[in-house]
């Protein structure tokens, strides 16, 4: 899995079973890896200016293929585990856009997510299953989320409403109310997740990411920011929602640097990026009883402590409690997609996604 924050490569090792519709997985290794320095200037700059020529396109995809490889080489290594059936590989989003919009006379919605399931398939010689967005959004879906799907099977409880919060570079709730059934489910990007404070960390204190929270927790709210922040019209949509670095980017916090303290602005930012879930939980997604926090953004005590005084009601945990290491757990639910689809079985929500049916998502590569 490698996402929206660009901060490398999260490899899941798990072995799954399933009987009449109930699944099992073990998550037998885990591991981060980080990207090349140069694949991860190309792949920031590419996706800030929304743009490349076709032979670093076409070059892009194998040089990032093989480093998606040369990861899972390695977790074989360390893990000692060598007979891989199949990879889940997500690829790296360049462009999501649901939204159908005119073009060539026709109307379009599209997907793209870089790296070849041929290309690591046979350089691995293991199935890869992938391009798993694609078919939700030619059935007039989203395309996203697809964890959902994960969170029903394994996060579901008989007895408590459950949010699952996944802090990434946006952030993502999946509610999921006592006992429901899939149609149930509601799920949604509620913002941003790290996104903006990894720009006030990257721009104004020259670190990839605010670890911990220390430098939020140094500096004041300004009201003037926050204010300003919280007017953006995303935050109180109605569901089905989804977003990304088109809406949430550096645009939005540079005209602010140099006028206010550093520490006041990721401060600010920090407590925007806290409102924007927490209102989304109060207008979409209650009542609640247990939120499990998962991404990047778990390992944020700053984040995770705004969380737990705003939302006193509900119990927050951080998903690692429950054993499944947060900054693996999409890796692990696209492991499960990959097993699902070599099963048949569909793996969208079209509650969720807006699909017009319900699909096994991706495509095999290496039989
Ligand atoms: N110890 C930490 N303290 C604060 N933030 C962290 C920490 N570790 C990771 N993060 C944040 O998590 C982000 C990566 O989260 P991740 O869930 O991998 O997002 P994505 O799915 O977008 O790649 C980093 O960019 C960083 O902002
Ligand atoms: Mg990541």
């Known amino acids: 899995m490698t996402g929206t924050s660009l901060d490398g490569i999260d490899i899941a090792i798990c072995k799954f079973n399933s009987f009449q519709n109930k699944y099992n997985f073990e998550l037998i290794w885990q591991g981060h890896f980080c990207f090349s320095n140069q694949l991860r200037s190309l792949l920031l700059d590419i996706i800030s200016n929304k743009s490349t020529d076709l032979k670093t396109l076409s070059q892009l995809n194998i040089a990032y293929t093989n480093e998606i490889a040369n990861a899972i080489e390695q977790a074989k290594i360390k893990s000692g585990i060598s007979n891989i059936e199949a990879v889940g590989f997500h690829g790296q989003t360049l462009w999501h856009n649901p939204q159908k919009e005119a073009f060539c006379g026709q109307s379009v919605a599209s997907t793209f997510q870089l790296g070849s399931g041929t290309h690591l398939s046979t350089v691995l010689n293991t199935k890869v299953v992938y391009d798993f967005r694609t078919s939700d959004i030619a059935l007039g879906g989203q395309g996203a989320p697809l ?17 699952a919060l996944n802090i990434g570079g946006i952030s993502n709730i999946t509610f999921l109310p006592k006992n429901c ?28 990411f605010d670890e911990n929270g220390a430098l939020a927790s140094q500096g004041e709210i300004v009201p003037e920011i926050f204010d300003e922040l919280i007017t953006i019209n995303f935050i109180r949509q109605k569901p089905p929602k989804s977003t990304g670095k088109e809406l949430f980017n550096v645009s939005l ?115």
């Open 147 to 163: 964890v959902p799907f994960f969170d029903y099977h394994f996060l579901k409880s008989d007895n408590e409403n459950v949010i």
């Open 181 to 208: 059934s899939a149609d149930a489910v509601i799920a949604f990007d509620c913002g941003p997740g790290n996104c903006l404070i990894d720009i006030c960390a990257q721009k104004l204190f020259g670190v990839d």
């Open 253 to 367: 916090t540079q005209k602010f640097f140099g006028k206010y303290s550093k520490y006041d602005i990721i401060r600010t930012v920090a407590e925007f990026t806290v409102y924007a879930i927490v209102e989304n939980i109060r207008l979409y997604a209650n009542p609640v009883d247990k939120i499990v926090v998962s991404g990047g953004g778990a390992k944020n005590s700053y984040i995770l402590s705004a969380l737990r005084k705003q939302i006193e009601s509900s119990e927050i945990v951080i998903i690692d409690e429950l054993g499944i290491p947060s900054g693996a757990k999409e890796a692990i639910a696209f492991a499960f997609l990959a097993y699902c689809k070599l099963l048949g079985i569909a793996t969208n929500l079209p509650s969720v996604t807006g699909a017009s049916k319900s699909i096994s998502l991706g495509v095999v590569a290496g039989y």
